[in-house]
């Protein structure tokens, strides 16, 4: 098994965590950092949706927060036959941690799909613009 399917297979045990009693939507994650170590999350909805938090971030927030700031590539896998990419909340806290990070979508029959934030995230907003503010 190589690199990538390890990840892969971690981000597919994120999602069987997933707590999504109203949308029943399960994405799991999993972020890799530039020293090898991996970190892992699934979306957990809340009643209120505005206060739900995607799998995505909860894998960069729990490498952020053990000090980790050099990250590589993120896995994100769903239950869709389709591939679903980042939603832009998501495209956003990842552009501002992350800017050149690898992106693979795993949907459910185990495939996968490469591309690059920034091909997600064209016209990100992001420090660049706020520094010229000043």
Same mark, same amino acid.
């Given at each position: 098994?190589?690199?990538?399917?390890?990840?892969?297979?971690?981000?597919?045990?994120? &999602?069987?965590?997933?707590?999504?009693?109203?949308?029943?939507?399960?994405?799991?994650?999993?972020?890799?950092?530039?020293?090898?170590?991996?970190?892992?999350?699934?979306? +957990?909805?809340?009643?209120?949706?505005?206060?739900?938090?995607?799998?995505?971030?909860?894998?960069?927030? &729990?490498?952020?927060?053990?000090?980790?700031?050099?990250?590589?590539? +993120?896995? +994100?896998?769903?239950?869709?036959?389709?591939?679903?990419?980042?939603?832009?909340?998501?495209?956003?806290?990842?552009?501002?941690?992350?800017?050149?990070? #690898?992106?693979?979508?795993?949907?459910?029959?185990?495939?996968?799909?490469?591309?690059?934030?920034?091909?997600?995230?064209?016209?990100?907003?992001?420090?660049?613009?706020?520094? #010229?503010? &000043?």
């Amino acid at each position: 098994m190589n690199a990538a399917d390890e990840l892969i297979r971690s981000a597919m045990e994120a &999602k069987g965590k997933a707590i999504a009693p109203y949308s029943g939507f399960r994405v799991g994650a999993a972020v890799e950092t530039a020293s090898g170590r991996v970190y892992t999350g699934c979306n +957990i909805e809340a009643s209120s949706y505005s206060l739900t938090i995607c799998a995505e971030r909860v894998a960069l927030f &729990k490498a952020l927060s053990e000090g980790e700031r050099d990250f590589t590539r +993120i896995i +994100i896998a769903t239950d869709t036959d389709d591939f679903c990419p980042p939603c832009g909340a998501c495209r956003q806290v990842l552009w501002d941690f992350a800017p050149d990070l #690898e992106v693979i979508l795993v949907n459910r029959k185990g495939e996968a799909k490469h591309s690059w934030l920034r091909d997600l995230y064209p016209a990100a907003f992001g420090k660049h613009i706020l520094r #010229e503010g &000043k």
